[in-house]
């Protein structure tokens, strides 16, 4: 397993463990140099996504991967976790239909789970 393929099973292990809906994986790499995946997913309340945000960062800190920043958690509509190779969004469902990123990089391949 490669360092990015380990960094995204712990990302979405985090999301999960915390009941995320809707996760998909976008491999950005070739359409730009911010990062080459985003993980993508969705949360209920403002609870549960800073849950899922707190087990995503105890997931990859436990792994050896660091957070360079994150940014959203205290209004937790969306937080933005930024593992510079991947890059963790998570949404309340209102802002991730307004923001729509899987349109917006739909240049970028969809992975499959």
Do not use: C, T
């Not at 393929?5 to 491999?27: F, H, P, R, T, Y």
């Not at 800190?61 to 510079?84: C, P, R, T």
């Not at 729509?100 to 739909?106: P, S, V």
């Amino acid at each position: 397993m490669s360092v990015i393929e380990s960094m995204i099973k712990n990302a979405v292990e985090g999301l999960e463990d915390k009941k995320g809906e809707d996760i998909k994986i976008i491999d950005i790499s070739d359409v730009s140099p911010i990062s080459d995946f985003f993980v993508l997913a969705s949360g209920s309340n403002r609870s549960q996504i800073q849950a899922m945000a707190d087990s995503v960062e105890e997931k990859m800190h436990k792994a050896g991967f660091s957070l360079k920043q994150v940014e959203g958690y205290d209004g937790a509509n969306w937080i933005l976790m930024d593992f510079v190779d991947i890059v963790v969004h998570i949404f309340d469902r209102e802002s991730r239909n307004f923001y729509d990123l899987e349109r917006i990089w739909k240049d970028g391949k969809l992975i499959e789970l």
